[in-house]
Each structure stands twice: as C-alpha cells, then as structure tokens.
C-alpha cells in the first residue's frame, strides 16, 4: 500500500511541475513581413539574415520570430487534446557582439519580458513540427539612449537579441525555448526615405516599423522654396 501512495503522490508532482527548457518549443529565424499587406505567414520563405536599427530615429524595433513546437498528439479517448501551445510572451535580453551584457542603469531591465500571442497546434506524429509565428517588440523605445551610448562610448556598432519564447500548453504545462540570438547592425539614416512632396518627418511608411524595413520621409525632394 505504501509504495502504491508514494507512485500515485510522484504522478501528481511530475504532472503538476513546469517544463523548461526541453527543447519542445524552438525560435529558429526572424520573419520579414511582406511589404504590400504588412503580413507574415509562419511557413513563407523570407526571413531577415541580420537586423538593421536606423539611430536616426528613436521608436521601438519589432521582431516576428518563427516558432516550432515538437508537442506530440496525447488525446485519449477520455482526455481531451492537451499539446496545443499558446506563446505568450519573450524574454530577451541585449548583449554586445562579445557575449557580455551591456550596463544599462538601473531604470531599465536586462533581460526583460515582452508580450505577444499565437497559437501553436500539435503534431500528429512523433519528430514533426509545427510553426507559429508570433510579433512583439524587440527592443522598446525606451531603451535608444542606451543603444546610442553604446556606438559612442565602444568600438561596437551592433548588438545582439537573445530570445527565449514562453508558452503554455492545453494541459497547463510552461514551456520555455532555448535561447535564439539575433544579431543587429546600427546605422544612421540607412533606412531613410526621399519624399517627393512634403510630409511629417518620420511619419512611418512601411511595415512593422522599427523592424529592418520600415522607411521615414527625411528629406523633401525637390527642396522647399525659401
């Protein structure tokens, strides 16, 4: 009878317990939305080799990572599917190209977490996976001065994302991916655009904005009378 109530009490722990990280979920690329409809779709093709952040303007920088989940079909004929995954959020943490983290002061966390929401279903065997693709803001708005900073005072001139999702399944079971590392170049006004008529300095035209491909009017072409 003992050993009966110990295996049942080790069942309730192990089921109760939080998972992280075993490789279930994976960030495994950045998606580049596409320009005409300002979508992504978790299986499409483009995807951002590096990242671009423009100093020219302070706005927050979007990230789209594709997610995979391994989560395998559990349903029973009395249990109802338990392995769709709900991502809902990123903690992320900057780091210079060296690995180390960067002092930021003490008004601004390192790593910090970010909300976002996507849905992820289970397999249907064993070794597949399933994708999500999942937007938030990579690094908030908040943190320009810092990045600044860091071209000014360093020999840097990127950073680097490190991207842990969060999930929860149907089961209530919190997953964790491994760490996914982006890699960001800083420019000054690579993103720019020319207007051909007058319009509101950086008003954004593009989509995501802050992410790599948005573009801002910073100059008026032709000039403005005097």
Do not use: H
Not at 145 to 154: A, G, K, P, R
């Amino acid at each position: 009878m003992r050993r009966f109530i110990l295996v049942a009490l080790m069942a309730v722990t192990v089921t109760g317990c939080d998972r992280f990280p075993d490789l279930s979920i994976q960030v495994v690329a950045n998606l580049q939305p596409d320009e005409d409809n300002c979508s992504v779709s978790a299986d499409q093709q483009e995807v951002w080799l590096a990242g671009v952040y423009d100093l020219n303007v302070q706005r927050d920088y979007f990230i789209t990572p594709r997610i995979e989940s391994y989560l395998v079909d559990n349903a029973l004929e009395f249990q109802g599917q338990q392995g769709n995954i709900q991502i809902d959020s990123f903690d992320i943490t900057l780091l210079l190209p060296d690995g180390t983290k960067p002092e930021l002061g003490a008004d601004l966390p390192n790593p910090y977490r970010v909300t976002t929401s996507v849905v992820i279903p289970v397999n249907e065997a064993a070794g597949a996976a399933s994708l999500g693709a999942a937007a938030a803001i990579g690094i908030p708005a908040s943190y320009y001065d810092v990045l600044v900073d860091i071209v000014n005072t360093t020999s840097f001139r990127s950073i680097v994302l490190e991207i842990v999702a969060n999930g929860e399944t149907s089961g209530g079971f919190r997953q964790q991916s491994p760490p996914f590392r982006w890699p960001i170049e800083f420019c000054v006004g690579c993103l720019g655009a020319i207007c051909e008529e007058p319009a509101e300095l950086f008003d954004p035209l593009g989509c995501f904005p802050g992410q790599d491909g948005w573009q801002y009017c910073g100059e008026i072409v032709p000039p403005a009378a005097p």
